[in-house]
Nanobody, 114 residues
Framework: VQLQASGGGSVQAGGSLTLSCHAR????????MAWYRQAPGQERELVAS???????HYADFVKGRFALSKNYARRTMALQMNSLEPDDTAVYLC?????????WGRGTLVTVSA
């Protein structure tokens, strides 16, 4: 299983970024995937997840601002992040659970300045 994340960067508050995670080695139409984030000195937290058939779920702190989707042809999960706030600054990691084991992509840094 390989998860390759991309799309982080720096943006001012109120701006937008899109993160992508390309998955290999899983049945993309079956397995759930997720984005987590971890800010300096804080615990990792779930941002959003999406089922194999494309139904997203969001943490309360991103509802109405973030949108998660799947592109089945490209085997890519995309997190569209709008109305970004300084508190969204963190390393974002894509994740899947395959056969009882957690897999993580390399984190991508999102920095939101006030």
């Amino acid at each position: 299983v390989q998860l390759q994340a991309s799309g982080g960067g720096s943006v001012q508050a109120g701006g937008s970024l899109t993160l992508s995670c390309h998955a290999r080695g899983i049945n993309f139409s079956v397995h759930n995937m997720a984005w987590y984030r971890q800010a300096p000195g804080q615990e990792r937290e779930l941002v959003a997840s999406i089922t194999g058939d494309g139904i997203p779920h969001y943490a309360d702190f991103v509802k109405g601002r973030f949108a998660l989707s799947k592109n089945y042809a490209r085997r890519t999960m995309a997190l569209q992040m709008n109305s970004l706030e300084p508190d969204d600054t963190a390393v974002y990691l894509c994740n899947t659970n395959y056969r009882g084991r957690e897999y993580w992509g390399r984190g991508t840094l999102v920095t939101v300045s006030a």
